[in-house]
C-alpha cells in the first residue's frame, strides 16, 4: 500500500501567491513520492535478504521519519485554507481554552506570532494535551525531531524558506506569517481540537 498525495481545494490567498502554492506543494508531493519509495526499498531488502541488508534498512528506518512527518505536516498546513479564511467563532472551545491559558484572542495569535520569529526553519505547532486539557505552542526545528510526544496538532505553520521564499524575503518572515494567519480557516483548527477535547 502506498500514500497518494491528497488534493487541497485551495483558493486564492491573500500575500500567498498562487506560484509560491504551487512550488510549496510540488515539494509535499516530494515527501509523498519518498515516502514510498522508502518503504518500498525496505520491503525490497528485507525480501532479498534483511540480514545482509540490515544496516541500509535501519538508515531507511530512520529517514522515514523525516519524510513521513514532512509529508504530515505539509497536509496540516495545506488543509487549514480550504473552504476559506474565517475567523474563530464566538462559540469556540478552542478560543475559550486559548484565552484561558493566554488571557484573550489577541495574545494567543500574539504568542504564536513571536514563536514563529524563532530563528531558523521548522515549524510552528499548536497542541493540545488532552491529559492537562492545556494547549502549547511550540516550535519544531524539523519535521520529526522536537516533536510533543503524543499531543494532537491543531495548527501548524510552515517556517521552512520554501513555504515562503518566492513572495518573501527571510527578513520578512513576519509578513508571511500575518499572511498566513489572514487565511488560515479557524475551522479547521478548531475541528482537530474538537476532536481530541472530547
Given at each position: 500500500?502506498?500514500?497518494?498525495a491528497?488534493?487541497?481545494?485551495l483558493?486564492?490567498?491573500?500575500?500567498?501567491?498562487?506560484?509560491?502554492?504551487d512550488?510549496?506543494?510540488?515539494?509535499?508531493?516530494?515527501?509523498?513520492?519518498?515516502?514510498?519509495l522508502i518503504?518500498?526499498?525496505?520491503?525490497?531488502?528485507?525480501?532479498?535478504?534483511a540480514?545482509?541488508?540490515?544496516?541500509?534498512?535501519n538508515e531507511?528506518?530512520?529517514?522515514?521519519?523525516f519524510?513521513?512527518?514532512?509529508?504530515?505536516?505539509?497536509?496540516?498546513?495545506?488543509?487549514?485554507f480550504?473552504?476559506?479564511?474565517?475567523?474563530?467563532?464566538?462559540?469556540?472551545?478552542?478560543?475559550?481554552?486559548?484565552?484561558?491559558?493566554?488571557?484573550?484572542?489577541?495574545k494567543?495569535?500574539?504568542?504564536i506570532?513571536?514563536v514563529?520569529?524563532?530563528?531558523?526553519?521548522?515549524?510552528?505547532?499548536?497542541?493540545?494535551?488532552?491529559a492537562e486539557?492545556?494547549i502549547?505552542?511550540?516550535y519544531?526545528?524539523?519535521?520529526?525531531?522536537?516533536?510533543?510526544?503524543?499531543?494532537?496538532?491543531?495548527?501548524?505553520?510552515?517556517?521552512?524558506?520554501?513555504?515562503f521564499?518566492v513572495?518573501?524575503?527571510p527578513?520578512?518572515?513576519?509578513?508571511?506569517?500575518?499572511?498566513?494567519?489572514?487565511?488560515?480557516?479557524?475551522?479547521?483548527?478548531?475541528?482537530?481540537?474538537?476532536?481530541?477535547?472530547?
Open positions: 500500500m502506498n500514500y497518494t491528497r488534493k487541497f481545494e483558493p486564492e490567498l491573500k500575500g500567498i501567491s498562487k506560484n509560491q502554492i512550488v510549496h506543494l510540488a515539494l509535499y508531493e516530494g515527501y509523498v513520492k519518498h515516502t514510498n518503504l518500498d526499498t525496505i520491503k525490497e531488502l528485507r525480501a532479498a535478504d540480514e545482509k541488508n540490515a544496516f541500509i534498512i531507511l528506518r530512520r529517514r522515514l521519519g519524510e513521513f512527518d514532512g509529508m504530515r505536516m505539509h497536509e496540516y498546513y495545506f488543509e487549514q480550504e473552504g476559506g479564511a474565517k475567523g474563530a467563532g464566538e462559540t469556540s472551545a478552542l478560543k475559550d481554552l486559548a484565552e484561558e491559558r493566554y488571557g484573550d484572542w489577541d494567543f495569535v500574539a504568542h506570532k513571536e514563529a520569529g524563532t530563528r531558523g526553519i521548522g515549524w510552528v505547532v499548536v497542541y493540545f494535551d488532552p486539557r492545556m502549547h505552542t511550540a519544531v526545528g524539523d519535521h520529526e525531531l522536537g516533536q510533543l510526544a503524543g499531543l494532537p496538532i491543531i495548527l501548524a505553520i510552515d517556517m521552512w524558506e520554501h513555504a521564499m513572495d518573501y524575503v527578513a520578512d518572515k513576519k509578513k508571511y506569517v500575518d499572511a498566513f494567519l489572514e487565511n488560515l480557516n479557524w475551522n479547521v483548527p478548531e475541528k482537530r481540537f474538537v476532536e481530541h477535547a472530547v
